[in-house]
């Protein structure tokens, strides 16, 4: 696999191949060299190496560039502001 093919895949997916090259016996640093990818790659798409095995990011944060849907919600919610809020009695 080549590095741009590897980087394309979302990171979940990359992550489960990293592991099953890991699964196979490779290291850490043999399992990036078969993709192509170095660990400056990886921390761009968001996959770590924790407790032996890769895992990505499952949620979306600032440091993402990919859109949520959730864009233009307010800090209620979607389309909630603070005017909406009602005292309690």
């Not at 090259?21 to 924790?50: N, P």
């Amino acid at each position: 696999m080549t590095r741009d093919e590897f980087l394309e895949l979302d990171a979940p997916e990359a992550a489960e191949k990293l592991n099953a090259l890991l699964a196979e016996g490779k290291s850490q640093e043999e399992a990036m060299a078969a993709c192509g990818v170095e660990k400056s790659d990886l921390m761009k798409a968001q996959i770590f190496f924790v407790k032996d095995k890769y895992i990505a990011r499952a949620w979306g944060g600032y440091t993402s560039t990919k859109r949520t849907g959730n864009e233009g919600a307010g800090e209620l919610g979607l389309g909630g502001s603070f005017k909406d809020i009602k005292p309690v009695s």
